[in-house]
């Protein structure tokens, strides 16, 4: 059976990616009026996972519906070109042919001028470290994916200035059935490595913040 995890957190602040400085004299600490009654630049992020429960394998892609979810995200996301640093035109391919920690951007744009190099996460880094890079991207409406390994394949992490919820819920909803079972989960609820793989231990009772996703459901 796949256990299927769309992880969202919204309304997360676009300035919080930006550097921050330890030294507080390096700061700019005055603010206008108008930089005061300016509203605050959000952007949503979206964690997108599985397990194979019956084979306990960890991964997106160890799941049986692999391909269909990939089919469904591309279908999703058509309106975009991807970019990637072999130049991949579609996102399936991309996704299948990108490493670990590189960046895959969707723009609406014909070109982009991101230096991907900029953007990779390594081994000894992650989003966090790129927060400068990531936020700049985000501001012109360009989407931001990565492949992030997991116990046995990879998972997607996906960043967007939009909330884009809506639109990944009802495409990958269509997969419901008795061996896809779909959890909708607010990651600022999920804080813990037990409750990130509830489903190995209580998944008739998934913690707070953990919604399974049947066919009539509805946003």
Excluded: C
Aim: hydrophobic residues 35%; charged residues 30%.
């Amino acid at each position: 059976m796949d256990i299927f995890k769309l992880i969202f957190e919204h309304d997360l602040r676009l300035d919080q990616l930006k550097e921050r400085h330890t030294d507080r004299n390096t700061q700019d600490v005055s603010s206008s009026l108008e930089d005061f009654l300016k509203p605050d630049l959000t952007y949503s992020k979206f964690y997108i996972t599985g397990t194979r429960l019956d084979e306990e394998r960890f991964g997106l892609n160890t799941l049986s519906a692999y391909d269909d979810i990939i089919r469904h995200l591309s279908s999703t996301l058509a309106d975009y070109r991807v970019f990637t640093g072999e130049g991949y035109k579609n996102l399936e391919s991309a996704i299948d042919n990108s490493n670990i920690g590189e960046p895959i951007i969707l723009s609406k744009y014909d070109s982009i001028t991101w230096d991907l190099p900029q953007l990779t996460i390594d081994s000894s880094s992650n989003a966090g470290h790129k927060k400068e890079f990531i936020a700049a991207l985000l501001k012109t409406d360009d989407l931001l994916i990565y492949k992030e390994q997991a116990h046995h394949g990879f998972d997607l992490h996906l960043f967007s200035k939009d909330n884009i919820y809506r639109d990944l819920f009802y495409p990958l909803k269509s997969l419901v059935g008795d061996q896809f079972r779909f959890f909708s989960i607010n990651g600022k609820r999920i804080r813990s490595e037990r409750k990130f793989y509830f489903e190995t231990w209580t998944l008739d009772n998934p913690p707070h913040g953990a919604e399974e996703v049947f066919e009539e459901t509805v946003l």
